[in-house]
């Protein structure tokens, strides 16, 4: 006698329709708000020598945060540059909002 095998199968989650437009935005997302890129820029924009005193080290939210060695190169950089600065950051990324530069002691 054999046995009937029953479909024990069933639905565990959502629906890969439902699911996939979200996950592509999320991708779309990461890809254009590229933060690496974005830090990546920063030595290139003030050059080896600034670059070796101020590390860009996140970018979140449309911030980027720069630690920097000194609080005479924070001051240079935070009253005098940082105008100058974000608005080559915001002509390079056209794409991406970059709201603010922060500078840290660290």
Partial sequence: M???RKDTTF???KRLDA???KFLCAIEERRHNRPDEVIGYWKELV???IASMARAVTFEKGVLFVAVQNSTLLSLLARQEKKRLLSEFKKK???IL???IA???G
Avoid: Q, V, W, Y
């Fill in 47 to 49: 050059g080896d020598n």
């Fill in 98 to 100: 970059i709201a603010d």
């Fill in 93 to 95: 990324f056209t794409g």
């Fill in 11 to 13: 639905l565990t989650s």
């Fill in 2 to 4: 054999k046995k009937e």
């Fill in 103 to 105: 500078f840290r002691i």
């Fill in 19 to 21: 699911l996939l437009p």
